[in-house]
């Protein structure tokens, strides 16, 4: 590793066809902060959690009261399965850009060999007007091979119909675990590689966790002194010209996550995706903290 440090690419540099050159201006420009830097809500937790993630958000169990997060959080895109699109985008739609996830999978069977299978196409979200698609990758799961091909189908289809795809980048399986685990410098640094080299246009990334003892299970490369700013801008390097958007943090980090998202901001991302950390509050909680995230987002224009 070399001391360069991160570059977030701007959308001139990236060579994209002109339907996906569209679609990303208008998240980046046209949408939420529209300064060149994204603000995503995802309502996929549903399907990947169960109802679980409700109980102590009792609101959070009608998708609309998410939708109405996103259009007066002003947030640049919401994320959700082709369900929750069809069901309750038509009354926001052209109010608030849609990424509608094409695959996804529960909780319920073990994460030792994860595969999270197609649910739907890119020609359903054209016809919903999103403005891009999302996939949901496992790298370093035992069924990799079968999720890769997976993956081909979903970016042919979507360089066919110029559309944008985000890749939520998770390293999982038994293979990472024995490596150090999913949290490692490691591993997220191999996912965001993966990603660009797979065809993502944007990567959505956790933020590394510092653990000195997980990491003498990595390759020897990996097992150094790492600041979190060092890992944050060595992973958005792996992803290359691929966006970067990190994950907002779970709820009950308040000032915490927005501290780690500014920290994601300074070294390079794109972006960012706070999910139940914004909605699983009440509705005026919620708002405010929307809030503070675009307060955050107005210093990293680009």
């Known amino acids: 590793m070399d001391d360069t440090m991160a570059t977030r690419p701007h959308l001139d540099q990236l060579n994209l066809a002109p339907g996906k050159r569209a679609r990303l201006y208008r998240l980046l420009y046209q949408a939420g902060p529209a300064n060149g830097t994204l603000m995503i809500l995802p309502i996929d937790q549903g399907l990947e959690h169960g109802p679980r993630d409700f109980f102590d958000a009792p609101e959070g169990v009608d998708p609309n009261f998410q939708f109405r997060i ?3 959080g002003n947030f640049s895109a919401i994320a959700c399965q082709i369900g929750l699109a069809e069901k309750y985008y038509p009354s926001y739609a052209g109010k608030i850009p849609l990424i509608v996830k094409l695959n996804g999978k529960t909780e319920i069977p073990s994460d030792e060999t994860p ?20 996939y949901t990758l496992y790298v370093g799961s ?26 939520w980048s998770y390293p999982r399986g038994r293979a990472i675990e024995d490596r150090g685990g999913k949290d490692t410098v490691y591993a997220i640094d191999y996912a965001a590689r993966v990603a660009q080299e797979l065809g993502a246009d944007v990567v959505k990334l956790n933020v590394p966790k510092i653990d000195p003892n997980k990491l003498r299970s990595a390759p020897a490369e990996y097992q150094r002194e790492w600041t979190e700013h060092a890992a944050l801008e060595q992973v958005i390097r792996s992803a290359g010209q691929s966006l970067v958007i990190f994950a907002g943090g779970d709820k009950g980090q308040g000032q915490q996550a927005l501290q780690k998202a500014e920290h994601c901001l300074a070294a390079g991302a794109t972006g960012l995706i706070f999910g139940r950390n914004v909605w699983q509050r009440p509705y005026a909680e919620a708002l405010s903290l929307a809030r503070s995230i675009h307060e955050l987002v107005a210093r990293y224009s680009h």
């Open 70 to 72: 996103a259009l007066e």
């Open 115 to 134: 595969l999270s299978p197609l649910n739907a196409s890119v020609e359903e979200a054209v016809r919903l007007g999103a403005d891009a698609v999302g």
């Open 142 to 167: 035992a069924r990799q091979d079968e999720d890769f091909k997976q993956f081909r189908s979903v970016r042919e289809e979507a360089n066919r119909f110029g559309m944008p795809v985000v890749v």
